[in-house]
């Protein structure tokens, strides 16, 4: 588990951890953060994070539509937007 709730994570922090540096992640907690739709875009598209059983993104700057359907499409019930 990784929790980075409030620590200012962006864009760039969504990417890192998309690239497959932990790859046994099972949660990841990025809620009130200024993670916006390009990370959410790099989440829902990584092929690393196979293993995420829980994926916390409230209070981000996530807004598109289409990105928070992908998010949706590949985490289901795991992502909370």
Partial sequence: ALDLHGNQADDRVA???ADG?????A???????PVGNGGGRELAGSPHLTGLRSLDLRGTRV???AVRQSLVRRFG?????
């Fill in 77 to 81: 019930p795991a992502v909370k937007l």
């Fill in 27 to 33: 949660e990841l907690w990025l809620g009130s953060n």
């Fill in 15 to 17: 990417e890192d951890l």
């Fill in 21 to 25: 540096r932990f790859p046994d992640l």
């Fill in 63 to 65: 807004t598109d539509p």
